[in-house]
């Protein structure tokens, strides 16, 4: 796959006042790494990325700022990487928290109505700093898979949201979801990562 081809700097292009060549600096991985949660192959997400800094040349001067130049170029990668996947999935209910599914953090908060609602009854482990390289890359590693093991929304959230720092009413007009969607979504993923990098720790 040929890198981007960026414009000459006497003619750099600005988008929202930014560099062209400062986004894809900035921007570039994480939107592959966003369109492989769509696509099935990592090539495949490099194809749908270059093909959406193309639109992002040819459409520079049409951003008007009223979303950040991160939401805009985020929805241009979702709509690239959905004409590249080959079969089309639906928003599936029960990737957002219902009633009728478990909680991945059932039974570890205080419920509604305790003096400390919303907190944790039953901390999580505090082994969280690494102690050596070999087990901060194994760490992360760990951590690759768990994303790659949650539903696709779920996962696009996480990278939005804790990977890319997305605002949550960006990361939901990408997503297409509500508010409270959002939420809800983000709450899922992150208890269920949770719980796996707890079982690591366990190991």
């Known amino acids: 796959m040929s890198p ?5 700097e006497d003619t750099a292009h600005l988008v929202g006042g930014i560099p062209l060549a400062n986004l894809v600096r900035d921007f570039h991985r994480p939107m592959v790494n966003f369109a492989r949660t769509m696509v099935d192959s990592a090539p495949v997400a ?5 093909e959406a800094w193309v639109q992002v040349l040819q459409s520079s001067g049409s951003f008007e700022g009223r979303s950040s130049v991160g939401t805009w170029l985020f929805g241009i990668v979702k709509n690239t990487a959905s004409r590249h996947r080959r079969h089309e999935s639906r928003i599936r209910d029960h990737e957002v928290l219902s009633a ?26 505090r082994r969280f700093l690494p102690e050596d390289r070999t087990v901060a890359q194994e760490l992360i590693g760990y951590v690759r898979a768990a994303l790659d093991a949650l539903p696709e929304r779920q996962r696009q959230l996480v990278i939005l949201r804790d990977l890319v720092g997305t605002p949550a009413e960006g990361a939901a007009e990408i997503l297409g979801l509500s508010a ?15 719980n796996e990098l707890e079982k690591w720790y366990r190991q």
């Open 180 to 194: 409270e969607g959002q939420r809800a979504l983000l709450y899922r993923a992150r208890g269920n990562l949770r």
């Open 4 to 8: 981007v081809a960026m414009p000459p």
């Open 46 to 50: 490099e194809e749908a990325v270059q």
């Open 100 to 125: 009728a599914e478990a909680d991945p953090l059932s039974g570890r908060m205080h419920p509604a109505g305790h003096p400390d609602a919303g907190h944790w009854s039953l901390p999580p482990s």
